[in-house]
């Protein structure tokens, strides 16, 4: 089945700087990577998502890098400010295939730390 | 619209007993999924619901767990009887239809003393 690495488990860094959050996959098979933010006592939120026919998406100070042949996606905040100190949870999975292929395989998650 | 809700958004029970927790998903969403989060580890599947068709349960870990979703709306997690190691967060997500992004309720923290 799916294996999904996260790395770093913990990042801090300084409000205005940039913060990248690494995944890798074991599933050449999977096709669709989403992010999810989940603040503490809150439910997972989706923040953004790709899909493998495409190499990058961005949404304001939110990107996502996809590498199908290295097996591996990225998350990328610009200008982080406080607010964005969350857990992060990458995932994925293999929606088109039929059967049961449309669980959610996750990573550990990083604890992001926007220090005012 | 609202989002998938919860209930309860705590229990607290005893070895043995039995808990059964509940999820609402959103107005229209087919498909229903249960997660689960173990002492600070990842999130894991434990099964996929098409309305009121189990479409996946490979992630079920005993038959300790029964999840139902009568009539395809709402759906309820039953353990029975509980164990120390079924202490977590559970939680339910739902999507349009297979494939569509899902979305995540706030989850059942479950306590097993």
């Known amino acids: 089945g799916e294996n999904v690495e996260q790395h770093p488990s913990t990042l801090s860094v300084q409000e205005g700087d940039s913060a990248v959050i690494k995944c890798t996959y074991s599933d050449s098979a999977s096709n669709y990577f989403p992010w999810y933010k989940q603040e503490l006592g809150k439910r997972p939120q989706l923040i953004i998502d790709?899909?493998?026919?495409?190499g990058e998406k961005k949404d304001q100070r939110i990107a996502v890098t996809l590498n199908k042949t290295a097996k591996h996606f990225s998350l990328h905040i610009t200008e982080t400010q406080p607010e964005d100190s969350a857990v992060y949870f990458c995932?994925?999975?293999?929606?088109?295939?039929?059967?049961?292929?449309?669980?959610?395989?996750f990573g550990k998650g990083t604890l992001l730390t926007v220090n005012p | 619209e609202a989002g998938v809700t919860q209930f309860p958004s705590h229990s607290v029970i005893e070895k043995g007993q039995t808990v059964t927790l509940r999820c609402d998903p959103i107005s229209g969403h087919d498909n229903l999924y249960w997660y689960r989060r173990v002492m600070g580890k990842e999130i894991k599947f434990l099964l996929h619901f098409v309305k009121e068709s189990k479409q996946d349960e490979s992630g079920m870990p005993n038959n300790r767990f029964l999840a139902e979703r009568t009539g395809g709306t709402y759906s309820t997690l039953k353990v029975q009887p509980a164990e120390l190691e079924d202490s977590g967060v559970y939680f339910c997500?739902?999507?349009?239809?297979?494939?569509?992004?899902?979305?995540f309720g706030d989850g059942t923290r479950l306590s097993i003393l």
């Open positions: 995932a994925a999975s293999n929606p088109n295939s039929g059967g049961s292929n449309y669980k959610l395989t």
């Open positions: 790709i899909r493998s026919n495409v």
């Open positions: 997500a739902s999507s349009l239809d297979r494939g569509q992004p899902q979305h």
